[in-house]
């Protein structure tokens, strides 16, 4: 059975920052990825890609909306991608999705959410203004 916890979400205020986590196992074992990656969702509209990371060479992609702000990144040896999230802003208040793409068919890109077949349940991220 494939998990992906996440831990990390908050409330904090503008400008603060705030890190997210998500550790991927399947039985209890690590689970084997070709690309992790990080989408929100605000109540009534889609989900956004944010940022995404290929595990072999660490390859990055980010939305223009967090580019410079937000950084993600994987620990292989736990299994584990991070998000660090500085100089959040009101509008980055949504919950907060891990995504896992185990298999690496690459049919579609890694901004686009057909390419992960597990997903989080989701981390509560709430920015005061």
């Known amino acids: 059975q494939v998990q992906l916890l996440e831990s990390g979400g908050g409330s904090v205020q503008a400008g603060d920052f705030l890190s997210l986590s998500c550790e991927g196992t399947?039985?209890?074992?690590?689970?084997?990825?070709?690309?992790m990656a990080w989408f929100r969702q605000v109540s009534g509209e889609e989900r956004d890609f944010l940022a995404a990371i290929t595990w072999r060479n660490g390859r990055k992609e980010y939305a223009d909306s967090v580019k410079g702000r937000f950084t993600i990144s994987r620990d292989a040896a736990r299994n584990t991608m991070t998000l660090q999230m500085n100089s959040l802003k009101a509008e980055d208040t949504a919950v907060y999705f891990c995504a896992a793409d185990p298999y690496g068919r690459r049919e579609y890109s890694l901004r686009d959410a057909r390419s992960y077949a597990y997903w989080g349940q989701g981390t509560q991220v709430t920015v005061a203004s």
């Open positions: 399947v039985s209890g074992r690590p689970l084997g990825t070709y690309a």
